[in-house]
C-alpha cells in the first residue's frame, strides 16, 4: 500500500495552482474581453493589506484592460521568490504572462512587454515609490524609468515617462 507523503512545498504549489485555475475559468466564462474578442490579460497582484496606492494601481491597469486578482500577502517572502532584488523593489509585486511587475508600472509597459516578451529578462521594475507614476499620480508631474530586470539583478532601461500619459 503507497501512502500519501506531502511534499515540501506542497502549499505553495497548491495554491499557484489553484490560482491558475481560476485564472482558466475566468477566461473560460468569458467575463472581461477585449474588442478583438480576446479575454483581457489577467494578473496577480500581491499587495501589503495596508497600502492604498497599491489598489490605485490596481485601478489603473483594470481600467487598461488587465484583470487583477488582488492577494494580500507578506511581501518579503513574496519578492525573494521572484528574484526581486532589495534595490528594485517597490511596494507590489505582480505576476502576469510569466513575468514580474514590480512597483507602479504602467499599463502600457506591460502591454509593449507581454508584446515583445524580451529573453532573458525576469520582468520590469520602478524602484521605490516615484511620485508621478501611476497608482502615485502626483501632480506636477515628475519623470520616471522604468527598468527590466534579470535573475542576476542586473537593469535596463525599458521606458523614460517625461510626461503625463
Request: hydrophobic share 40%; net charge positive.
Given at each position: 500500500?503507497?501512502?500519501?507523503?506531502?511534499?515540501?512545498?506542497?502549499?505553495?504549489?497548491?495554491?499557484?495552482?489553484?490560482?491558475?485555475?481560476?485564472?482558466?475559468?475566468?477566461?473560460?466564462?468569458?467575463?472581461?474581453?477585449?474588442?478583438?474578442?480576446?479575454?483581457?490579460?489577467?494578473?496577480?497582484?500581491?499587495?501589503?493589506?495596508?497600502?492604498?496606492?497599491c489598489?490605485?494601481w490596481?485601478?489603473?491597469?483594470?481600467?487598461?484592460?488587465?484583470?487583477?486578482?488582488?492577494?494580500?500577502?507578506?511581501?518579503?517572502?513574496?519578492?525573494?521568490k521572484?528574484?526581486?532584488?532589495?534595490?528594485?523593489?517597490?511596494?507590489?509585486?505582480?505576476?502576469?504572462?510569466?513575468?514580474?511587475?514590480?512597483?507602479?508600472?504602467?499599463?502600457s509597459?506591460?502591454?509593449?512587454?507581454?508584446?515583445?516578451?524580451?529573453?532573458?529578462?525576469?520582468?520590469?521594475?520602478?524602484?521605490?515609490?516615484?511620485a508621478?507614476?501611476?497608482?502615485?499620480?502626483?501632480?506636477?508631474?515628475?519623470?520616471?524609468?522604468?527598468?527590466?530586470f534579470?535573475?542576476?539583478?542586473?537593469?535596463?532601461?525599458?521606458?523614460?515617462?517625461?510626461?503625463?500619459?
Open positions: 500500500m503507497v501512502q500519501n507523503q506531502p511534499l515540501m512545498g506542497t502549499h505553495v504549489d497548491r495554491r499557484h495552482a489553484l490560482l491558475t485555475l481560476v485564472g482558466a475559468a475566468t477566461a473560460v466564462l468569458g467575463l472581461p474581453r477585449r474588442a478583438n474578442g480576446q479575454p483581457a490579460p489577467t494578473m496577480i497582484v500581491y499587495k501589503d493589506p495596508s497600502c492604498g496606492c489598489q490605485e490596481v485601478n489603473h491597469a483594470t481600467a487598461n484592460g488587465y484583470r487583477a486578482m488582488v492577494i494580500k500577502a507578506d511581501m518579503g517572502p513574496i519578492k525573494v521572484h528574484q526581486v532584488p532589495a534595490s528594485l523593489q517597490s511596494c507590489h509585486t505582480t505576476l502576469i504572462g510569466g513575468f514580474v511587475i514590480e512597483g507602479h508600472v504602467p499599463a509597459d506591460i502591454k509593449r512587454l507581454l508584446k515583445e516578451k524580451p529573453k532573458g529578462i525576469l520582468g520590469l521594475t520602478i524602484p521605490g515609490m516615484p508621478s507614476a501611476p497608482g502615485m499620480d502626483v501632480k506636477p508631474f515628475q519623470p520616471f524609468t522604468v527598468l527590466t534579470n535573475a542576476t539583478g542586473q537593469t535596463t532601461v525599458y521606458a523614460k515617462h517625461t510626461k503625463p500619459a
